[in-house]
């Protein structure tokens, strides 16, 4: 048993279970045990890999966007420039680096903000970031007032999740319990009238949809921060674009899956994020939506197959096979390209954001 396997067991065996939503948080980020209160656990030799890591590529787009987005917006200045959950600081110095080169008046305009909870990435993030200056917070609530151009990269997937269990025409909060000693997942008591999405009124009885309190609090402050200030949000991560019924809370350790009560706090527990529900509530927040769309859509906009070419003729060998194939990993329907989605949030009658200009083009699971 972890050390928060046992701290939860004893709160449950005290009080009784807890809510899959308080078992997530406290996975994540209790402020003892907590995954993402210790150390670096991104790339090869931690936990799992994500798409800035795998090619520069994403990064110098998600900087071009930024800065096309800065200008249809009429070019804000001061403006801040944000991201949610940096990881290593690779994304932001890669759009960094791509910014300075293709916008320098953004570069000039813009100061680095950095939303993050875990000590050992934000040192990473230091480092990795040394020259942008930048200023570090704990939560969105912080972030200075004025224009913001907001990146979120595989943060929603890290926000606790509720989950529903349709039975018997009633649906009850699940939770976690102990039997025999050990934490189970079992069906909690009913709640009266849940914040269902549409898509989920399809369930079977059995059936589990999945609520997000917390993204869905997010994305109302940034659409409201939007709508008083002006700027822009792109949020990148996987899951449906559609609501839709199933459990997809998942576990990875060492890039394999475990058992999500097998190791709180020592191994990564995200759920898929659900696009359509963010949508709608940047739509009710006052602010426009746009997509989602897929991952390999979106960079196949903006450009990926241009900025791959020019890395090319700079490269060759060994060194010029792992740029094609992190390109690749991108886009590939069978890797990220499909699962992952797009959204942007954006001020109502701006011009539509870079990647978004045909939004039924969504497709995809
Ligand atoms: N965007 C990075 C890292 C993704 S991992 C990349 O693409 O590589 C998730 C990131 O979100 C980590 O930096 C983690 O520490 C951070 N994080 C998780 N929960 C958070 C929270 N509640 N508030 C702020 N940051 C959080």
Redesign the pocket.
């Known amino acids: 048993m972890t050390p928060l396997a046992a701290a939860l067991a004893r709160r449950i065996a005290a009080t009784g279970p807890i809510t899959v939503e308080a078992f997530m948080a406290a996975c ?2 209790d402020p003892e045990h907590g995954y ?1 209160r210790g150390g670096d656990k ?1 790339g090869r030799a931690g936990d799992f890999t ?4 795998i090619s520069q590529i994403f990064g110098e787009l998600l900087g071009l966007w930024s800065a096309e987005t800065w200008r249809l917006l009429g070019a804000p200045t001061p403006v801040a420039l944000v ?6 600081g ?2 932001m110095a890669d759009a960094l680096r791509a910014i300075g080169r293709a916008m320098p008046q953004f570069r000039a305009a813009l100061a680095v903000h950095l ?4 000590p050992g ?1 934000r040192a990473a993030q230091r480092e990795a970031l040394a020259a942008a200056a930048p200023t570090w917070h ?2 969105i609530a912080q972030l200075p007032d004025g224009p913001l151009i907001v990146l ?4 929603f997937d ?2 606790p999740i509720r989950q529903l269990e349709r039975a018997g025409g009633a649906w009850h909060e699940r939770v976690v319990t102990l039997a025999d000693g050990a934490l189970r997942l079992a069906r909690g008591p009913v709640i009266a009238d849940p914040p269902l999405e549409p898509g989920h009124r399809t369930a079977p009885d059995g059936g589990i949809v999945e609520i997000a309190p ?1 993204a869905r609090a997010v994305v109302t402050q940034l659409a409201s921060r939007i709508v008083r200030d002006g700027g822009a949000a792109l949020i990148i991560d996987y899951g449906p674009g559609a609501s839709a019924p199933g459990d997809s809370l998942q576990a990875v350790r060492r890039h394999a899956p475990v058992d999500a009560l097998a190791e709180p706090g020592r191994a990564d527990l995200t759920a898929h994020v659900d696009f359509a529900a963010l949508a709608r509530v940047a739509v009710e927040g006052g602010a426009a939506a746009y997509g989602p769309v897929t991952q390999a859509t979106f960079l196949v906009r903006l450009g990926l197959a241009q900025r791959l070419a020019v890395l090319l003729r700079n490269a060759s060998g060994t060194q010029a096979r792992d740029v094609a194939s992190g390109a690749q990993r991108l886009i590939d329907p069978a890797d990220m390209g499909n699962l992952f989605k797009v959204l942007a949030i954006g001020p109502h009658g701006r011009a539509v954001p870079p990647g978004f200009e045909f939004p039924g083009l969504a497709g995809g699971t």
Do not use: K, M, Q
Request: no cysteine.
């Open positions: 994540l980020a993402y991104l994500t798409a800035p890591e991201e949610l959950g940096p990881g290593r690779t994304l939303v993050e909870i875990s990435l704990d939560d979120a990269n595989e943060f890290a926000l917390a």
